[in-house]
């Protein structure tokens, strides 16, 4: 079965980096395609971003100058770095499996980032 | 961005009812619409790929209909485990998803 685990610090500072792990167990990261997901206080939901199968990335443009999709395949890990954040990048932020055409299929139970000084 | 406007924002509602639950996307989507469910601290989990697409494992009292820029998920008979947060999911141009229905007990 397909399993995606979210890891981090739960606290970062404002115009620090926040940096998380996605862990992947029961399927290779170098097929298909794998995003992070955020869900803002309120319940809005935003597609940050994903990285293939390739380790080709794509970007919300909202987010593009700050935002970082790499991955190590020898852990069998992707991860998300978004630079410079501000209060308003407070969420939970989710990893999911997202193959093409279908969507987020498998999804980790998120991880809650709270920015604060 | 593609803007999904979902309806209602709330739902109560008792076991063995018919609910439904409503998407309209700012522009035609081309059946690229999902529905998820999510529970408290919980993974969401994918009930509707592609408007009528039932993923594996989903209870067929799970339905999805609609074209265009409407769509529509359908719980022909609600039962216990079915409470909880629904929300819809574009993937036609670049992701974006509604603001989710939170399905209560009446």
């Known amino acids: 079965e397909v399993q995606l685990q979210e890891s981090g610090p739960g606290l970062v500072k404002p115009s620090q980096s926040l940096s998380l792990t996605c862990s992947v167990t029961?399927?290779?990261?170098?097929?298909?395609?794998w995003g992070w997901i955020r869900k803002f206080p309120g319940n809005k939901m935003e597609w940050m971003g994903y990285?293939?199968?390739?380790?080709?990335?794509s970007y919300n443009p909202s987010l593009k100058s700050r935002i970082s999709i790499t991955r190590d395949t020898s852990k069998n890990q992707f991860f998300l770095q978004l630079n410079s954040v501000t209060t308003e990048d407070t969420a939970t932020y989710y990893c999911?499996?997202?193959?093409?055409?279908?969507?987020?299929?498998?999804w980790g139970q998120g991880v809650m980032v709270t920015v604060s000084s | 961005d593609i803007q999904m406007t979902q309806s209602p924002s709330l739902l109560s509602a008792s076991v063995g009812d018919r609910v439904t639950i409503n998407c309209k996307a700012s522009?035609?989507?081309?059946?690229?619409l999902n529905w998820y469910q999510q529970k408290l601290g919980e993974a969401p989990k994918l009930l509707i790929y592609?408007?009528?697409n039932l993923q594996t494992g989903i209870p067929s009292r799970f339905s999805g209909s609609g074209s265009g820029t409407d769509y529509t998920l359908t719980i022909s008979s609600l039962q216990p485990e079915d409470f909880g947060t629904y929300f819809c999911?574009?993937?036609?141009?670049?992701?974006?998803f509604g603001a989710g229905t939170k399905l209560e007990l009446k």
């Open positions: 999911a499996r997202s193959p093409r055409r279908v969507g987020p299929d498998y």
């Open positions: 029961g399927y290779s990261i170098t097929s298909n395609y």
């Open positions: 990285i293939s199968y390739s380790g080709s990335t």
């Open positions: 522009q035609n989507i081309n059946k690229y």
């Open positions: 592609n408007t009528n």
């Open positions: 999911f574009q993937h036609n141009s670049w992701p974006t």
